[in-house]
Each structure stands twice: as structure tokens, then as C-alpha cells.
């Protein structure tokens, strides 16, 4: 069977993150690390390999040397017996490079006491919630999301992986001015404008985040190899070496469609009043806005 989900905080994780809960909030952080956070779905995968290729100066070749869930250790990450996400980045050299889908409440002190930097994606709460609901269908490792109406409440009360979406972008968003938050949007990085010089290119504004100015060359060849159609087929991106026990990508691939605005083909027009009325109370107070199609 599926396994459930453990709680901490009210936030739900999955149990064996639960279990060594002491040791991720006493993880030590290090002054240069770079902290990649997101909501899951929002992109992860993504931000990895573009952050990777920036730091790895488009060497496609050094980018290939491990799938890329596996290059940055995932800190609440902990499936005895192979070494928790937590162990990996205590084996690893400085200036690391972390993930981490933890709600601002329940991140390891640490990471704010040595005043790391931290890049925050986020993605609309619909497309998140489509994207989670077909990943729990095909990772065996998560609960069954079971039908589709009954995700949608689920996700709407925050009982997830990782909590509530609200919560999640309300939180980073309301740290990234009292820390070095670079914050980011899943639907701005899908409107690509590969030209160095341009203000909105997102990918030049990571790279300046890191310290790098990426020349048009180097920015042409990072845009296309992150591109979805290109990451889709590439086997260090798109999971395909992950045995079907974990992850039954026949039931929905990893790189399922990278678009905006996929919700329109699962939300009835009820939910989709139901979840505005309810968004709008949650979201209320803040002036984060969200692009919902493109
Ligand atoms: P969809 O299910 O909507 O297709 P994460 O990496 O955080 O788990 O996020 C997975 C989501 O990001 C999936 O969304 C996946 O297809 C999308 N994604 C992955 N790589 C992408 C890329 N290069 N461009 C756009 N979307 C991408």
C-alpha cells in the first residue's frame, strides 16, 4: 500500500522526514550556501538544472554527472537505510547548492542565522495543484491523491505533502526582504527572452543572484537546454531511470506538460468559484499576484 503522510507543526511531511525531524531542524548550514525552495510542482526540476548550468558554465557534460534530483541534496529528504538529504550535504564540499520544499516556519534555523542565499519559485496555485495531483498518481512513494474532486479539497485544506500552498508563498514572500531571497515565478520563466540585456530575463537574473553575467551565447544554449522539450528527453532530467516501483510514469510522465494554465482542463467551473472565494480570503493582505494562463 501507499504510505501516509506524518505532521509537523500541522504541516503534513512524508513519515520518515517526521522521524528524523531533530536531526533536519538541528542541520548546520553554511554561510555560501544557495538554498533552491520551492512549493512541490512548482518547478524544482527546473530551477535545478537552469541554477546547475549557470554554475557549471553550460558544461553540458558536468551538468550529466547525476540525475539532477540528485545533485542538490533535498534536506528533509530521509529513506533509510541510504544516506538522508541531510547526510549528503554534510558529505559535501563548500559553496553547496541545497533543496528544500519547507514552509518558512519549520526551515532549520540555521539557514537564516549564517544568512544564506535562497531562491524561491513559485507557481500558481492551480497548475500546482493539477501538477500534484498527477504526481500522486504516479509516484508510489506519496499518498494516492484518489479522484479528482476529492484532491481538489484536500489541497484547498492544505492536506498535503509540505502544508498549505497559502501558506508556503505567503511566508517566502513575506521573508524575501529581511533575507537574500531571490523570488521567482514559474510563468514568468516560461516567457522566455533570451537576450541578456532584458530586465525581465529570468534566467540573467539568477545568474546575477550568483555573482555571473552570462554572455548571449551561453544564455541561447542555457534556454534551450532547460527548455521543457529538451529536458523531457534528456535521462539526468527526466527521471526515466527511476524503476517503475517508485514512480509508474506510464500512469503520467515527470515532464508532464510545462504550461500555464493546464487547471482550465481539470477545474469545473464550480470548483473554480469555490477556490477563488476561498483564495481570496487566504491570499487577502498580501500583494503577491499570481499569472494564471499565459
Ligand atoms: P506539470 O505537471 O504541470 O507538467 P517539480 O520539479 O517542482 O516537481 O515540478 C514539476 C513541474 O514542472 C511539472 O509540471 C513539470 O512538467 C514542470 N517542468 C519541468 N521541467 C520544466 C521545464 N523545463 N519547463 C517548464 N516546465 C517544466
Known amino acids: 500500500g501507499r504510505p501516509q503522510l506524518g505532521e509537523v507543526e500541522g504541516i503534513l511531511l512524508s513519515q520518515s ?20 525552495c520551492t512549493y512541490p510542482k512548482a518547478g524544482t526540476t527546473w530551477i535545478q ?29 530521509a529513506r533509510p537505510p541510504q544516506p538522508s538529504g541531510v547526510e549528503q550535504a554534510e558529505a559535501m564540499p ?10 518558512v516556519k519549520l526551515l532549520p534555523p540555521s539557514f537564516w542565522e549564517q544568512k544564506c542565499k535562497f531562491l524561491y519559485v513559485a507557481r500558481n496555485a492551480k497548475d500546482c495543484m493539477v501538477s500534484y495531483y498527477h504526481f500522486q498518481r504516479m509516484s508510489k512513494v506519496v499518498p494516492d491523491p484518489g479522484p479528482w474532486h476529492e484532491y481538489f479539497e484536500m489541497f484547498m485544506a492544505g492536506k498535503v505533502g ?16 529581511m533575507h537574500c531571497v531571490l523570488f521567482l515565478f514559474y510563468e514568468d520563466m516560461k516567457k522566455v527572452m533570451p537576450s541578456p540585456q532584458d530586465p525581465k530575463c529570468e534566467i540573467q537574473k539568477v545568474a546575477q543572484f550568483l555573482g555571473k553575467n552570462l554572455d548571449q551565447e ?42 500555464v494554465g493546464d487547471w482550465k482542463n481539470h ?9 477563488e472565494d476561498d483564495y481570496e480570503k487566504k491570499m487577502a493582505g498580501t500583494n503577491l499576484t499570481f499569472c494564471m494562463e499565459l
Open 267 to 275: 477545474f469545473t467551473v464550480a470548483q473554480n468559484e469555490r477556490f
Open 94 to 103: 563548500s559553496p553547496r547548492t541545497l533543496k528544500t520544499h519547507l514552509p
Open 162 to 177: 509540505w502544508g498549505p500552498w497559502h501558506d508556503h508563498v505567503k511566508g517566502w514572500w513575506k521573508v524575501k526582504d
Open 49 to 77: 538544472e537552469i541554477v546547475d548550468m549557470i554554475q557549471q558554465d553550460g558544461d553540458l557534460e558536468k551538468c550529466k554527472r547525476a540525475p539532477v534530483h540528485h545533485r542538490h541534496p533535498f534536506i528533509e529528504w
Open 218 to 259: 551561453l544564455l541561447e544554449k542555457i534556454v534551450y537546454h532547460t527548455s521543457f522539450d529538451v529536458m523531457k528527453d534528456n535521462p539526468m532530467a527526466n527521471r526515466s531511470g527511476i524503476p517503475v516501483s517508485i514512480m509508474d510514469q506510464s500512469i503520467s510522465p515527470f515532464m508532464r506538460k510545462g504550461t
Open 17 to 36: 522526514t517526521c522521524n528524523e525531524w531533530q536531526r533536519i531542524q538541528s542541520f548546520q548550514a553554511r554561510p555560501d550556501d544557495l538554498l533552491i
